[in-house]
């Protein structure tokens, strides 16, 4: 009896021309589903799987999860071939449901999704026709098209459902299933997170609702501090934000920023052909001459160069503008926009030289990523030079073998306060003039960062700090292997430098104008121990002048001294205002030192070294 009574049923279906089958003879379940969805309006599909409910997606697929179900926007059209008016399920991707894919003319009623068609929008295929029952459920059929037997249009007389096995997956059948729940979506209150100081390139990677669907992307690429991310859980499906899943992205993959801290102006000074930018993480803007770009507080400027015509910025700079802002990010999205966070190399001298050089109002570049580990001539040369307002460098210089000039002037007359002292700590090579002047001349620098190298060339560390009067704590200087005029000037001029380790210089072998005025005028009250036995020209040559409260020297030289300018005026009005005793330490087997300024002075007391055996 039930297998005769399925066959009239299937028969009937299939003759029907004006319905679905003839259980609806007067389009009841049709005018009802008609009636009660709702024009012009957004809706979750659903159905409940064995207690569990799953929710179609936009993709057209079937899910547990909330925050993957789709949203879906639903207009009624007229034009069908089955009924007057279908629906238009519309879930934002450019592909509209439609019919299932032919098995020839047969009907595949298992492609394991609703199927879209992304090159159509007819008012026959992709419109879907729904009815509803007497419990308050729809039945979906996949396409407004009539059923024609022999015929491809087999498609038409399908119906959405779903499968059970390994998984709940979407499928047809040419019986109604009044199994799914169409709900409308009505956004609630939002929920603002706000993030805090210290995220910098941090990545919103999920938000997770106690009960609800909630309207925030999968992954928020460059959250920064200050940010808010808004997600908004729909008054349908009550529930509060429970968390935001976030995880800190490599610092390299985030291009090179400039962020404004007041509203104002950036300004970019020659840019090179192929710089870009972009506001906010928007459409890429090419630059032609001086470039001015209007900024609100909060506003992020993202920076590219297309990595061909574009191998060095010399000449580019940014400066002028009147918007106080900080800089993050990676450099290297200046050289290669596409593969900047794999970027190492620089390949053109002078890539960067003076790139901020003059900008007054910038304050923060502690978050400004220069990954380079092969440099060029010059690469960095000026490139903070007179930031007068600038606080913070960036945290880590990386590469271990430094060109000539890389460093040279790089943040001279700045407003650096602190730096890292592991900044440089890689460094183990230098080459000619590589930090010349680097920190010369900061008025409110306290540090010095450590210096590894133990390659070193001539004028290498040059003036490093002159001028700096507030630097007052330094490291060892490792190197053994000196050049010419290596250290010249390095800390003349630190004058609240008042101690350095005792072993600071171990080189035994000395060159030319290696320590020439490397502590002059600064606030010494003990000198580094000086094991040289042998002085050659230029080597202590003003060394610790206009140290006035210096009380304590140790050289251990037998042979050079006060000779070819070796300690020409080395000690001229050291230990001035120094109280008590004032002492010179010698080798034991060293008895000829001048008393002048170029040897003892007079008024300092001489002790010969103590060796222990």
Not at 4 to 15: C, G, I, Q, T, W
Not at 482 to 496: E, K, P, Q
Request: hydrophobic share 40%; charged share 15%; proline share 4%.
């Amino acid at each position: 009896m039930k297998k005769k009574l399925l066959a009239l049923f299937v028969s009937v279906l299939a003759m029907a021309g004006t319905n679905v089958w003839a259980a609806d003879p007067d389009n009841t379940l049709y005018e009802a589903a008609l009636a009660a969805i709702q024009d012009d309006q957004d809706y979750y599909i659903q159905t409940n799987v064995n207690g569990t409910m799953y929710y179609v997606t936009t993709g057209g697929l079937l899910t547990s999860d909330r925050q993957q179900a789709g949203i879906f926007h639903i207009t009624k059209t007229s034009g069908g071939e089955l009924v007057g008016t279908g629906f238009r399920i519309d879930g934002g991707t450019n592909a509209y449901f439609s019919n299932p894919p032919l098995n020839g003319i047969v009907a595949n009623l298992n492609p394991g999704v609703f199927y879209r068609n992304s090159n159509y929008d007819r008012d026959t295929w992709e419109r879907q026709v729904l009815y509803l029952d007497g419990n308050g459920k729809y039945a979906i059929r996949s396409c407004n098209t009539q059923y024609a037997e022999n015929s491809y249009k087999d498609a038409g007389r399908t119906f959405w459902t779903y499968s059970t096995g390994d998984a709940v997956t979407p499928c047809y059948t040419y019986t109604p299933a009044f199994i799914w729940d169409f709900v409308v979506y009505t956004p609630g209150t939002p929920h603002t997170v706000r993030f805090a100081n210290g995220i910098e390139g941090w990545s919103v990677q999920d938000v997770t609702a106690a009960s609800a669907v909630v309207s925030a992307p999968a992954v928020l690429e460059n959250v920064f501090a200050g940010d808010s991310l808004v997600v908004t859980a729909p008054a349908t499906l009550p529930g509060k934000v429970k968390s935001v899943k976030a995880a800190k992205l490599n610092p390299l993959n985030v291009p090179f920023t400039i962020e404004a801290i007041t509203a104002g102006t950036i300004v970019v000074n020659d840019p090179k052909n192929g710089m870009k930018y972009s506001l906010n993480y928007g459409e890429k803007t090419a630059m032609s001459g001086t470039t001015t770009i209007n900024v609100a507080a909060g506003d992020k400027v993202v920076f590219y160069g297309n990595g061909t015509s574009i191998r060095n910025y010399n000449g580019t700079i940014i400066k002028d503008g009147t918007a106080q802002v900080k800089v993050y990010g990676n450099i290297m999205s200046l050289i290669d926009e596409e593969n900047f966070f794999t970027a190492t190399t620089l390949t053109s001298a002078y890539a960067l030289h003076a790139f901020f050089k003059g900008n007054t109002t910038l304050t923060d570049a502690g978050g400004l990523m220069l990954p380079a580990t092969t440099l060029t001539t010059g690469c960095y040369q000026s490139m903070f030079n007179n930031c007068t307002n600038l606080t913070v460098a960036p945290a880590e210089l990386p590469a271990a073998v430094l060109a000539e000039n890389c460093y040279a002037h790089m943040f001279r007359s700045s407003g650096l306060v602190t730096v890292s002292e592991d900044m440089m700590v890689n460094a183990t090579t230098m080459d000619r003039e590589s930090c010349v002047s680097m920190f010369r001349e900061c008025p409110n620098l306290t540090n010095a960062p450590t210096i590894a190298a133990t390659t070193l060339a001539k004028l290498c560390c040059n003036a490093m700090f002159y001028g700096s009067p507030n630097v007052a704590s330094v490291s060892k200087l490792p190197a053994t292997t000196l050049a010419d005029s290596c250290y010249f000037n390095m800390f003349n001029g630190c004058t609240s430098l008042t101690t350095v380790p005792s072993d600071m210089l171990p080189a035994t072998v000395l060159v030319k104008g290696c320590y020439a005025r490397m502590f002059r005028e600064t606030g010494l009250t003990a000198g580094p121990e000086l094991p040289a036995t042998v002085l050659v020209k230029n080597c202590y040559r003003n060394m610790f002048e206009n140290c006035a409260s210096l009380a304590a020297v140790t050289c251990l030289a037998t042979s050079g001294i006060d000779q070819n300018n070796s300690t020409t005026g080395w000690l001229t009005n050291a230990g001035t205002s120094a109280t008590g005793t004032k002492i010179f330490t010698a080798a034991s087997n060293m008895v000829d030192w001048p008393t002048s300024v170029s040897g003892i002075p007079s008024g300092w007391t001489r002790q010969n070294l103590v060796e222990v055996w």
